[in-house]
């Protein structure tokens, strides 16, 4: 008579296990969809980086063979740091807007799906918690 009470709850159980293991492998997914977006965008922006990097060296080499007399000298000096500088703006604007849209993608797959993060943080959590103690038991 009590056991199906049980079996009901048993059941419920495992179809809300079931369901949160669905959400999980969607928000897996499209974690992964993102960050393969992202990576894509990023490899595109190092290589432009890139190209820009070795126009600029080429800039630079053909300035400093122009320039081979000694009364040039700062000239040349300032403007290598010039070029130096701006290689490290561009440079670091890429890395920046990398990791803002690496940050804001994060941020939208939680927020579609709000529910499925909390059950892999959760799981992942659960996970950690047994790992660890189970080594903590052991010693």
């Known amino acids: ?3 199906l009470g049980k079996e009901n709850i048993r059941s419920d159980a495992d179809q809300l296990a079931q369901e949160a293991s669905n959400t999980v492998e969607k928000v897996a997914e499209q974690i992964k969809t993102s960050a393969a977006k992202v990576s894509d965008k990023i490899a595109n922006k190092t290589d432009a980086t890139k190209d820009q990097a070795e126009s600029l060296i080429h800039s630079l080499k053909n300035l400093l063979d122009e320039h081979k007399q000694k009364t040039k000298v700062e000239q040349l000096k300032e403007q290598l740091t010039d070029r130096a500088a701006e290689l490290k703006h561009v440079v670091t604007d ?3 807007n990398a990791y803002a849209t690496s940050k804001q993608r994060a941020a939208e797959t939680v927020k579609e ?14 996970l950690l918690g047994y790992v660890l103690g189970s080594k903590q038991s052991s010693q």
């Open 94 to 96: 890429e890395v920046a």
């Open 1 to 3: 008579m009590f056991n």
């Open 113 to 126: 799906n709000p529910v499925g993060t909390l059950v892999l943080a959760a799981g992942v959590g659960l």
